[in-house]
Antibody, heavy 119, light 108 residues
Framework: EVQLVESGGGVVRPGGSLRLSCAAS????????MSWVRQAPGKGLEWVAG????????TYADSMKGRFTISRDNAKNSLYLQMHSLRAEDTALYYC????????????WGQGTLVTVSS | DIQMTQSPSTLSASVGDRVTITCRAS??????LAWYQQKPGKAPKLLIS???SLESGVPSRFSGSGSGTEFTLTISSLQPDDFATYYC??????????FGQGTKLEIK
């Protein structure tokens, strides 16, 4: 069974940093591109970033470029999102998803980890 | 950036109704479009990929069509479990991926 479990969310002050993790199981992690998608409270889905199967190529939404870094460790079956210079508008539930890179839709999603940026 | 415009934003319908949701892309995305269903407090669920390919386990009352810039999601006969929010999502290769703003399907 495919499982994606996010962790690392919490409350952080504006300008702060946070690192999210996603532990994958139930599939050959190194064969799939991965992505992060977020959802602000009561709002729609927003694609954040994607990474190819080996971590060699990454893509970001414009509002995250230069502040967020997506990475992966295939030996640990893990996906990461390092976030810096956080703003109030980054407050959201952050989902890890399999796919969402290249020409693959995101077919499995975790349950999300909540990031709250507040002073 | 490719913008996705979804309509309507809210749709009221009854069990048994046939409903259609439309998604328009600001430029051609070929058939690289997916549809998701999201229920409150849950992660999105992939229904359709490549504009018209039904995912395994998704009921056949769901169908997708379109290519280029115009796409539709149709539910042929609404069931109680279908009341949810639906999102389109373009994944035109290696560019910035975007979602539509969502369509909330409500019980009339």
């Amino acid at each position: 069974e495919v499982q994606l479990v996010e962790s690392g969310g919490g409350v952080v002050r504006p300008g702060g940093s946070l690192r999210l993790s996603c532990a994958a199981s139930g599939f050959t992690f190194g064969n799939f591109g991965m992505s992060w998608v977020r959802q602000a409270p009561g709002k729609g889905l927003e694609w954040v970033a994607g990474v190819n199967y080996n971590g060699g190529t990454t893509t970001y939404a414009d509002s995250m470029k230069g502040r967020f870094t997506i990475s992966r460790d295939n030996a640990k079956n893990s996906l990461y999102l390092q976030m810096h210079s956080l703003r109030a508008e980054d407050t959201a539930l952050y989902y890890c998803a399999r796919g969402g890179w290249g020409i693959t839709a995101s077919d499995f999603w975790g349950q999300g980890t909540l990031v709250t940026v507040s002073s | 950036d490719i913008q996705m415009t979804q309509s309507p934003s809210t749709l009221s319908a009854s069990v048994g109704d046939r409903v259609t949701i439309t998604c328009r892309a600001s430029q051609s995305i070929s058939h690289w479009l997916a549809w998701y269903q999201q229920k409150p407090g849950k992660a999105p669920k992939l229904l359709i990929s490549k504009a018209s390919s039904l995912e395994s386990g998704v009921p056949s009352r769901f169908s997708g069509s379109g290519s280029g810039t115009e796409f539709t999601l149709t539910i042929s006969s609404l069931q109680p479990d279908d009341f949810a929010t639906y999102y389109c999502h373009q994944y035109n290769a290696y560019s910035m991926y975007t979602f539509g703003q969502g369509t909330k399907l409500e019980i009339k």
